[in-house]
Nanobody, 123 residues
Framework: VQLQAFGGGLVQAGGSLRLSCAAS????????MGWFRQAPGKEREFVTA????????YYADSVKGRFTISRDNAKNTVYLQMDGLKPEDTAVYYC?????????????????WGQGTQVTVSS
């Protein structure tokens, strides 16, 4: 499985970005997909995840109400809509795949990782 994340960029505080993560492989429908982020000097942290069942979605408290995860299984793609961005959202954002299908918040639960895309929010 190969994952490619894109859509990052520079945005002012209060603005929006949509990240995309395209996955290879036929089994995408069965995977749980997650987004994580890593700011300079900090550990990689959980942002959100969506299970193979579209209703199985979790968010970190820091992004709840501002970020929305979704997936399009026909396109093998998962999205992260980020609204109301804050400077503290600045980080490299990574998508990841959990082949067991259960959305988890722990890094070790994910089997495949994308290369990351930089999101910078200016104040």
């Amino acid at each position: 499985v190969q994952l490619q994340a894109f859509g990052g960029g520079l945005v002012q505080a209060g603005g929006s970005l949509r990240l995309s993560c395209a996955a290879s492989g036929r089994a995408f429908t069965n995977y749980a997909m997650g987004w994580f982020r890593q700011a300079p000097g900090k550990e990689r942290e959980f942002v959100t995840a969506i299970g193979w069942s579209f209703s199985d979605i979790y968010y970190a408290d820091s992004v709840k109400g501002r970020f929305t995860i979704s997936r399009d299984n026909a396109k093998n793609t998962v999205y992260l809509q980020m609204d109301g961005l804050k400077p503290e959202d600045t980080a490299v954002y990574y998508c990841a795949a959990n082949t067991l299908g259960s959305p988890r918040s722990t890094l070790s639960s994910y089997d495949y990782w994308g290369q990351g895309t930089q999101v910078t929010v200016s104040s």
